[in-house]
């Protein structure tokens, strides 16, 4: 795991080493660079060795004739297999580094004259890639369709030339940034920026499955096709459970083939307790030592999982490390302003703060740690999908009277989407799609925030459509990128096994209505029962979430003192009347509104993000260096005014 830059300009070297220098924690273990000798390019790796750690499986890399270089961030599942068969092909590989893998398997598919996206998709994992063609002076930039990996590119006109890197933040060094305010309703709605927004002008962050080829200024773009595609249906008699326990279980064992320490997250759920379940037989298998496991700990007890994670790693004999959440106001601030500075833009999902923290405690025992990220969008394990299926199946076709009666108990619940689900505001799957997706409680901003899912939005069913839009836009817009920024700021990779390629095509040959029989993640529960103590399926859902209301209130605190200041902040620039400010802040902080928590913490780190130049890229880096216990320049002056 690594991260890579390039520049195209005639001091490409030296601008190129700034880059990198933004860009170390990700790959503390080397860092080379290879420019073109005619000066046109420059491309550049940061690495984080997590296999192979020889001195020839450094990147750069450069084929033995010269012509193709490569410079790659992600792993490759089943790399050493695939590399024995390149080598019994005639293939001459220096390392067993994944990277040299796809650098000569692209390499061969230019000489073959066939498509870098047709040789890209063949491969399951997490990458971002640089690939150039000395020779035909062309660049391709690419990045998994999954949406794992990250990659920025600003697009320097009037030139055509191009700068790149992993992180958006390094693309600052040497220019000023410019925040993109057109971001702001769709920011709203998602609670992150949707790709191929980056949040700066001039910045693009690829899509999933993107991929670029440049040649004289001029860009061509073509697309990876995602795994859930094309899929084959199977017959009735096929074993789903058999056939998806397989996939898993080679996934997870090629996400454990490196050669550093190894660890798992685990939760009182079923994604990540399944996965590191799983590898603990695989350790067993291969005669290894287990995989430590991480969880987050609460000092509340209707969010703390520590129990039921205890019991799991008990069972399978594992060794468990607790790491507290950020409980004050403070401590809540500074995980925030590092976690967007890693991101380098508005991001809201409240889980970034104890993602941050989560990994500067992993990243201190192990260097690659697996997830049970993708889970619930592959699965159907979030409950708003089990309404969906009820809506297709029922709900639609009840009449308007008896849904407004439904609506008025559905009230009490403080959930937004569920009152206008019930009340008849869901009368076509184009507006149950709407409010079931958008993450705003504020009905002055729906003018906004209209329409924003139009383009998303496919054809099927409510059920089908929520998954999918989930796995394709939600899932590498939010929960991927705070395991890559988090766990990277750390010089720790995050590996989903349940984003492997095959797995991902096992599931998507399962309906929904076969994954929602029964509540939720009905097949998965049959895949993992076997490795799970007796009581563990039965576990109630509670997810990696902290206690917004009280977050806002202690953080709101911090920042601004006193009620009047906090709306002041939060509530200033959107032209809501006072009272309207007041109630939507009580509501948020009552603890019985979790739509409008979300929606209030959304205004807040918007406001913090403005408040400590977000764009400018040196947050990350000045939150590292803050000592304990001191407030950040920003904060003193928000104290000040």
């Known amino acids: ?81 695939k590399i024995a068969d390149l080598v019994r092909d005639g293939a001459d ?4 580094n994944d990277a040299e893998l796809v650098l000569h398997l692209l390499a061969r598919a230019v000489m073959a004259g066939d498509e870098i996206a047709n040789t890209l998709g063949a491969l399951s994992g997490q990458y971002a890639l640089a690939f150039w063609d000395v020779r035909e002076r062309s660049l391709w930039l690419a990045r998994d369709p999954v949406g794992i990996k990250p990659l920025y590119v600003c697009h320097r006109s009037p030139t055509g030339d191009l700068a790149f890197a992993s992180e958006l933040a390094a693309l ?100 990540s307790a399944g996965i590191s379940a799983i590898a603990c037989d695989i350790a067993r298998e291969q005669g290894r030592d287990l995989p430590p496991a991480f969880v987050m700990g609460f000092d509340d007890p209707a969010r703390d999982e520590t129990d039921a994670a205890r019991k799991l790693c008990d069972h399978l004999g594992q060794t468990l490390c607790i790491v507290r959440a950020p409980k004050t106001g403070e401590e809540i601030y500074d995980e925030l302003i590092a976690g967007l500075g890693a991101v380098g833009a508005p991001f809201a999902n409240p889980s970034i703060v104890l993602m941050q923290r989560l990994s500067s405690r992993v990243g201190q025992d192990v260097r690659v740690c697996l997830t049970g990220d993708g889970g619930d969008e592959l699965f159907g394990g ?13 709900w639609q076709y009840v009449p308007r009277p008896l849904r407004q009666g439904a609506a008025r108990i559905g009230k009490w619940t403080g959930h937004r989407e569920l009152v206008r689900f019930l009340s008849g505001g869901c009368d076509d799957l184009r ?28 054809n099927g069913n409510l059920a089908d459509q929520m998954m999918q839009f989930d796995r394709d836009v939600t899932l590498p817009g939010n929960q991927l990128v705070m395991s890559d920024r988090c766990g990277m700021a750390f010089g720790l990779e995050y ?147």
Not at 437 to 449: G, H, I, K, Q, Y
Not at 550 to 557: E, M, Q
Not at 592 to 617: F, H, N, Q, S, Y
């Open 431 to 458: 507006s149950a799609f709407d409010v079931w997706n958008s993450r705003c409680a504020v009905p002055e901003f729906e003018t906004e925030l209209a329409g924003i899912t139009d383009s998303l939005m496919q």
């Open 495 to 641: 590996r989903p096994p349940l984003l492997g390629h095959d797995v991902i095509r096992s599931a998507a040959v399962i309906s929904a209505t076969q994954h929602l029989r029964d509540g939720t993640k009905s097949v998965w529960r049959d895949v993992i029962e076997p490795h799970f103590p007796a009581g563990h399926l039965g576990n109630r859902k509670i997810g990696f979430n902290p206690s917004l209301a009280d977050w806002l209130a202690k953080l709101g605190t911090y920042l601004w003192g006193d009620d009047d200041s906090i709306l002041n902040a939060v509530f200033g620039e959107t032209g809501l009347p006072k009272e309207r400010q007041r109630m939507c802040w009580t509501r948020a902080t009552s603890g019985r509104d979790a739509d409008m928590a979300l929606t209030v913490w959304a205004l807040m780190v918007w406001k913090i993000w403005e408040m400590i130049d977000g764009p400018r890229g040196d947050i990350l880096e000045h939150t590292r260096q803050k000592s304990p216990g001191q407030k950040s320049d920003r904060v003193v002056a928000a104290d000040m005014a």
């Open 1 to 81: 795991m690594c991260a890579i830059a390039g520049i195209m300009t005639s001091d490409g070297q030296s601008a190129l080493a700034r880059i990198l220098g933004k860009l170390v924690h990700r790959g503390p273990d080397n860092t080379a660079i290879w420019s073109d000798p005619d000066g046109a390019i420059s491309l550049g790796c940061a690495r984080l060795i997590t296999t192979d750690p020889t001195r020839t499986a450094h990147q750069p890399f450069v084929t033995a004739d010269g012509r193709f270089v490569l410079v790659f961030n992600g792993y490759i599942a089943g790399h050493r297999r």
């Open 382 to 394: 979030y409950p708003r999908y089990r309404a969906a299926f009820l809506y297709d199946r029922y």
């Open 93 to 96: 590989m220096q390392s067993q």
């Open 172 to 271: 600052g060094e040497g220019q000023s940034l410019r925040f993109d305010q057109t971001i702001r309703a769709r920011y709203l709605a998602h609670l992150f920026v949707p790709a191929s927004a980056s949040g700066v002008m001039g910045i693009e962050l690829l899509k999933p499955g993107s991929v670029i080829c440049w040649q004289s200024g001029a860009i061509t773009r073509s697309k990876i096709a995602h795994p859930a595609q094309n899929v084959s249906a199977k017959p009735t008699s096929f074993d789903r459970v058999s056939d998806l326990r397989q996939k898993v279980r080679q996934s997870v064992a090629d996400a454990m083939d490196v050669d550093c320490a190894l660890g798992c997250l685990v939760s009182g759920g079923l994604d």
